[in-house]
């Protein structure tokens, strides 16, 4: 089992910068690749970006890329994910979520089996 927690969210105005964290407890964290989704008002959750279980390979949402990073750091398992150059449409409940193995597999959550319980990242014009 793995328990996820996330935090660093907030209201930042547009164009500026938030860290989220996701703590990991459990002994599968560092042997599984991790996840970012977010969910806004209404729509569905989607993929923002994913890190292979040694760090070695990133992936990202196209809406993100070039803004956002992820890492990760197995021994004191956590994963980040630095946005930058924040817009109002980043504006979600941003999830960090454990796969279901070590290696990316695609952006589905049906990939991804535990998940946090969400952070709220507020994006104002």
């Known amino acids: 089992q793995v328990q996820l927690v996330e935090s660093g969210g907030g209201l930042v105005q547009a164009g500026g910068s938030l860290r989220l964290s996701c703590a990991a407890s459990g002994r599968r964290f560092s042997n599984n690749a991790m996840g970012w989704f977010r969910q806004a008002p209404g729509k569905e959750r989607e993929f923002v970006t994913a890190i292979n279980w040694n760090g070695g390979r990133t992936y990202y949402a196209d809406s993100v890329k070039g803004r956002f990073t992820i890492s990760r750091d197995n021994a004191k398992n956590t994963v980040h994910l630095q946005m930058n150059s924040l817009k109002p449409e980043d504006t979600a409940v941003y999830y960090c979520?454990?796969?279901?193995?070590?290696?990316?597999?695609?952006?589905?959550?049906?990939?991804?089996?535990?998940w946090g319980q969400g952070t709220q990242v507020t994006v104002s014009s």
């Open positions: 979520a454990a796969g279901k193995g070590s290696f990316y597999t695609g952006r589905s959550v049906t990939e991804y089996d535990y």
